[in-house]
Structures are given as structure tokens and as C-alpha cells.
């Protein structure tokens, strides 16, 4: 749904819920309001939790400093550096 998303459903329900004064047959306006801010709250927890539960995969960089750099006058001149990317641990629900 998105953070977008429940705002607007948080704000569409305050306004059936507490601003809007209709009546309709086998409808209560103020009940629909409070489900769609319940929806919206529950929509924004839920989208904040996902953002918060990302993690980025950590990134390794291994030493410069190694047996197959070039050195001139003790310095190097070339070197190999190797970069990996981690990937995070399945969740526990995956088979």
C-alpha cells in the first residue's frame, strides 16, 4: 500500500468519521470512517516495519596490501582489490 497510501485512507476516514453528518439506510458513515483509519494505521505500520526490516548487504573489502600488488620503491603501483556483496539470510518461513 505504501506510506501514500494509508495517509490518505487515515485522512479519508477522519473526514466520513468526523466531519461528515449523513444518514443512510443500513449504512453508518462514522463506522466506515474509523475502519478506513484503522486500515490506514494498520497500512502504515506495516509499510514502516518493511522499510525498517531492509538491510542493505554489508559490503566486505578485502587489504590492498596483497602478495600480488606491484610495488616500485615501496609503494603500490597496482593492486587487486576484491569486493563482495553479502546477501542477507533467508527468512526463516522460506523452503
Known sequence: MGIGGSIFLLALGAILAFAVDADISGLDINV???VLMLA???????TIWFWNSR???ATVVRPAVREDAVYR???VVEEYRETTRRQP?????AS
Open 40 to 46: 490506514g494505521l494498520v497500512g502504515l505500520i506495516v
Open 32 to 34: 466506515v470512517g474509523y
Open 73 to 75: 620503491d615501496g609503494e
Open 55 to 57: 538491510r542493505r548487504p
Open 89 to 93: 539470510p533467508p527468512p526463516p518461513y
